[in-house]
């Protein structure tokens, strides 16, 4: 993709386009892969994006893995969220980890299948600190718990809410009415 | 003490030394909290040993609203999000509903896009600028910037009908082109808008008061901030060059020609300066955009999901076939899932859509800028006077609908 | 408010008409809103005070951020279940007499948002006077909104305030804060019935009906 106009300070975060072309998403994936073929059971690459599955025992060392690695550089966690496929779905749940690098402005996505009867997964929160705040979310709207979170409480929800609700089975409005007693 | 005062059993009075800590809650209903945010202090004498957000307070369950709409009535919810930049949220959801549907937006709308969401931008720094500056205690930059977002609100309102929650872009293109003499009135809008941004740096930037305020406050560093996963102008105030317009074009940004810009002190003044420079960008993107302007269509060329012209409907079979299809049952949307970021005027607001295959989505998630720009703030705020709380809230530009959504 | 309820109290048959006009004057003419805006909606409200759409021609000069220093409670957005305490306790904390005008569609009835989270109306919380429709309403609605008050205000007569009797007074707890330390509780050693809010005060439950 083209440049605008040059931006004159060189500051941490910008880099030459050309350096990105040498490893795309795809291919960062298919070498992992090859170098860690149980980190990742599956690849899909559809609409320009690369999604790679990976059992849930692996996330942290793949995250971490691609954190560090000089060619893929995904320090940035754009957003990690959780989806329910439907109740008839199995897996019923997953969890889709955005990556971003700041330096080769490059994205991918991780995603973990769990089962609706044991829905555990390590947090990453030890790779980006940012995963804080989105785990907390991802449980407080589907009851996911990650497995070592410094702070796993509600967050948007009341603290005192039943439930569960943005699982499909939760009613879109809710249980009971409004009352204040 | 406890035993000259009769206190119920439930409550014993402890006693405390003068210098311990104390925690006090700060919000929901606060002036300078920018909304329904709690924060939970822990104070040490003036001094603030931790800070904790307590968020949902504005929770509005927006992203099960919209597995239950089809996706175009799912436009109008986005608007609701971060309000002070609607056309943002819009623009972000409908592109990555385009993306899912491989659509090919003609380039007047794009362009319009484009002009439209950066006078959008501008507007949300205006109100940013405004409070931010009322919570420090200048009081008549409020009043200033709020004239010229009257004049912005005016624009959005001839476009689109409405001045706070436009919704004017649908999957495909707009929902109808500009009206006649709307550029005539932006540029009116532009020529006065350069000399407006001086006359705010006027008011604060020289001011001494206004600099020993942010300067030295809310310091984060570059490392910290890309691991908290902070974006945007907080991003680009810590020193890290990085805009999504430029780092992942879409709707043909890669043609302007703007400068991204980025201060290296990682601290409140910081933050207002690249703002301020900001806004000055904006207004260069608008004045090139409106030079592109050419007549042409607003909407793609896709029967079955962008809705026919009025004229064609009335007179045409198939035009009124697909008009009621399209309003009645909605279009179907190929199985898969798509991540849409975009730079709005708060950071990467990022779409994540996934569909099944039918009129509704599966799941929306919003990645909002604010809610995690927010999860900062303890770092922050560590060290930090009350009153230089309420400066580093007022400069992370936060907006609790989209934190809470 | 001490003055005129001594009036009535000590001269019940007497009509009060001018010491009604004059007290209602006032009051509309200085109507000060206690800043509780929530959502899009404030940033309309923020408008209404700007310079170009200016509220304070019409006697809302300030808006207070303590609920014990304002009149009239524009709740302007939409209501979240965390929130409703919340916003029962600020209206409590408000002195009579207090108004409240619920500004937009969320606030009235729920807005667009019928679903789990928001509460379908703030008038299931507290008695509202002034209900203004629209998503956003635009800063006129709002002016006009203010007059219809105001027109309401001049309405009213001091016979319908009679302060709230004192020993209602002490038994109402709000939760978190001391109750009224006469010891009356502490002497029967016994827990105050734990209530959640205030009860309604006889001027209320008036006016709702």
């Known amino acids: 993709m083209t440049n605008g106009a040059d931006n004159e300070q060189a500051l941490p975060g910008q880099t030459s386009p050309t350096s990105s072309q040498n490893s795309t998403p795809s291919l960062l994936v298919t070498k992992l892969q090859r170098s860690h073929p149980e980190w990742i059971t599956e690849i899909r690459v559809a609409h320009g994006e690369v999604t790679a599955i990976v059992p849930r025992e692996h996330i942290q060392a793949a995250c971490s893995d691609l954190k560090t690695s000089a060619e893929s550089r995904f320090d940035f966690l754009a957003d990690l969220c959780g989806v329910d496929r439907g109740q008839e779905e199995e897996p019923r749940f997953e969890v889709n980890y955005h990556l971003f690098s700041t330096t080769k402005h490059h994205r991918i996505r991780l995603k973990v299948l769990l089962a609706e009867d044991d829905l555990h997964v390590p ?31 509600r967050i948007l929800l009341p603290d005192d809410w039943q439930g569960y609700a943005l699982r499909k089975d939760f009613p879109l409005r809710g249980y009971e009415p409004y009352s204040l007693k | 003490m406890s035993s000259t005062l009769n206190v119920p059993p439930q409550f014993e009075i402890v006693d405390r030394p003068l210098d311990s800590q104390m925690t006090i809650s700060m919000g929901p209903q606060h002036p300078s909290t920018h909304g329904v945010l709690r924060l939970e202090l822990v104070l040490d004498g003036e001094t603030v ?114 001045r706070l ?165 909605g279009f179907d949307v190929p199985a898969g899932e798509v991540y849409m970021p975009i730079e709005a005027s708060k950071g990467e607001l990022g779409v994540y859509v996934k569909s099944d295959g039918g009129p509704k989505p599966s799941r929306v998630h919003f990645r909002g800028p604010s809610f995690v720009n927010l999860s900062a703030l303890p770092q922050m705020a560590e060290g930090a006077m009350i009153a230089d709380i309420v400066a580093i809230i007022g400069s992370l530009d936060i907006v609790l609908g989209e934190i809470d959504r | 408010m001490g003055l005129e309820n001594v009036i009535n109290a000590a001269l019940p048959e007497v009509l009060t008409t001018r010491l009604d006009s004059l007290i209602n004057w006032a009051r509309k003419s200085s109507l000060w809103p206690a800043t509780f805006g929530l959502a899009c909606c404030a ?125 209602e007074a002490r038994e109402a707890v709000v939760p978190g804060t001391l109750p009224v330390t006469d010891g009356s509780t502490a002497r029967q050693n016994v827990l105050p019935e734990s209530r959640p809010y205030t009860i309604a005060s006889k001027h209320e439950r008036r006016r709702s009906s």
């Open chain 3, 43 to 167: 940033i309309e409200m923020m408008n209404a005070t700007s310079s170009r759409n200016d509220l304070a021609r019409f006697g809302s000069e300030v808006f207070r951020a303590s609920p014990r220093q304002a009149d009239v409670m524009i709740v302007s957005g939409r209501v979240s279940r965390k929130m409703a305490p919340v916003l029962r306790r600020i209206y409590d904390q408000m002195p009579e007499p207090k108004w409240v005008i619920s500004m937009g569609a969320c606030a009235t009835s729920g807005g667009v948002f019928d679903n789990y989270a928001i509460v379908q109306g703030v008038d299931k919380i507290v008695p509202v006077d002034v209900y203004i429709p629209g998503c956003p309403p635009r800063p006129e609605m709002l002016i006009h909104a203010v007059m219809m008050l105001q027109d309401k205000v001049m309405k009213e007569s001091s016979r319908d305030r009679k302060d709230v009797l004192e020993a």
């Open chain 2, 49 to 162: 040993v931790k800070a904790t957000p307590d968020i949902g307070y504005l929770h509005t369950g927006m992203e099960k609203l919209f597995e239950y709409k089809k996706y175009q009535q799912g436009i109008v919810i986005t608007d609701r999000m971060d309000y002070l930049n609607p056309l943002g949220n819009n623009l972000a959801y409908v592109m990555a509903v385009e993306k899912l549907l491989e659509l090919e937006i003609p380039e007047r709308a794009q362009t319009i896009r484009v002009l439209t969401c950066e006078l959008q931008r501008i507007a949300s720094h205006l109100v940013w600028l405004g409070t931010h500056a009322l919570d420090i205690g200048a009081m008549t930059v409020f009043f200033y910037c709020f004239r010229e977002r009257e004049k912005i609100l005016n624009l959005i309102e001839a476009a689109s009908g409405g």
């Open chain 1, 123 to 153: 947090t990453v929160t030890n790779v980006w600190r940012t995963a804080n705040w989105h785990e907390r979310e991802t449980f407080d709207f589907f009851g996911i718990v990650f497995d070592g979170h410094p702070d796993l409480r």
């Open chain 2, 165 to 329: 929650t436009p919704s004017y872009f649908r999957i495909g293109g707009l929902m109808m082109d500009l009206p006649a003499g709307f550029e005539p009135r932006v540029k009116q809008f532009l020529d006065g808008f350069l000399e407006a941004v001086d006359e705010f740096h006027t008011l604060l930037t020289g001011n001494r008061i206004f600099q020993k305020r942010t300067q030295g406050v809310g310091v984060i560093s570059a490392e910290d901030a890309i691991d908290w996963g902070l974006s945007g102008p907080c991003l680009r105030g810590s020193g890290v060059n990085l805009d999504i317009r430029r780092a992942n074009p879409y709707t043909g940004y890669e043609k302007y020609d703007f400068e991204v810009p980025t201060e290296a002190d990682g601290d409140v003044w910081a933050r207002y300066i690249v703002r301020m420079r900001e806004m000055k960008e904006s207004h260069k993107i608008v004045v090139q955009a409106l030079g592109r302007l050419k007549p042409g269509p607003v909407k793609a060329d896709a029967p079955k999901v962008v809705l026919p012209d009025r004229e064609a409907m009335k007179r045409h079979m198939d035009a009124l076939i697909h008009h009621f299809l399209i309003v009645a049952e």
